[in-house]
């Protein structure tokens, strides 16, 4: 299995409040990705990583912001937590784009 | 617009016979296709995928298959097994690119 670690794995946050979410990665990947799971919608994008320092936008990244300051870890924050970010969060690395993502185990977030 | 489509939210299959789980797609781009297999409060696992130059890949019980002109995906599973119950992924992504779309998932039950 990849190493790929997230933290907390459980979190009940109220509305409101800021949340980070950490992606520690062993693999030495570049790529690295945020994504939430949610009933009726698959997995979605939120944001990604290509490199140190560098990440960009996904498919919902409204209310999201990222970090990347080692190769290893990927920050995920959300910087006023609303009840419609109640998800199961997903890290992911991939060795280059165009290749298959290894996932996380997953970080359950509830906001109240 | 829902670029990667599975149609059936659920498929039951007896213990020893073959499973076939579908997907669909719409972007005439999307060039490399991948399936993951998820298991309750676990990440999704990488099972297979397939390149748009080929139209079949086996690995041990997993084959999937690609119509390129019906824009068509198939994979599955033969014999079926109990520990095959899962929800099934599909996804899909365009030649260089960083992004995965996903299918919103078909969970399989392999009956004893």
């Known amino acids: 299995d990849a190493g790929i670690t997230q933290s907390p794995r459980h979190k009940v946050t109220e509305t409101g409040t800021p949340v980070t979410l950490r992606c520690h990665q062993t693999?030495?990947?570049?790529?690295m990705y945020w994504y939430r799971q949610d009933p009726g919608h698959g997995l979605r994008l939120i944001h990604y990583?290509?490199?140190?320092?560098?990440?960009d936008k996904g498919e919902v990244s409204d209310g999201y912001s990222v970090s990347r300051s080692k190769t290893e870890d990927f920050l995920l924050t959300l910087e006023s937590a609303t009840s419609s970010q109640t998800s199961v969060y997903f890290c992911?690395?991939?060795?280059?784009?165009?290749?298959?993502?290894?996932f996380g185990p997953g970080t359950r977030l509830t906001v109240l | 617009d829902q670029q990667v489509k599975q149609n059936s939210p659920s498929l039951s299959v007896q213990e020893g016979r073959i499973s076939i789980l579908n997907c669909d797609y719409t972007n005439s781009m999307f060039d490399y296709f991948l399936w993951y297999k998820k298991y309750p409060a676990e990440g999704p696992t990488f099972l297979i995928s397939?390149?748009?130059?080929?139209d079949k890949n086996e690995d041990g019980r997993f084959t999937v298959f690609l119509n390129k002109s019906a824009k068509h995906l198939s994979l599955h599973i033969v014999p079926s097994q109990p520990g095959d119950s899962a929800v099934y992924f599909c996804?899909?992504?365009?030649?260089?690119?960083?992004?995965?779309?996903f299918g919103k998932g078909t969970k399989l039950s392999v009956i004893p």
């Open positions: 397939i390149s748009s130059i080929k």
């Open positions: 992911a690395i991939s060795e280059q784009t165009g290749n298959e993502q290894f």
């Open positions: 996804a899909a992504s365009e030649a260089g690119s960083y992004q995965l779309t």
């Open positions: 990583s290509y490199g140190v320092k560098d990440t």
């Open positions: 693999e030495n990947h570049r790529y």
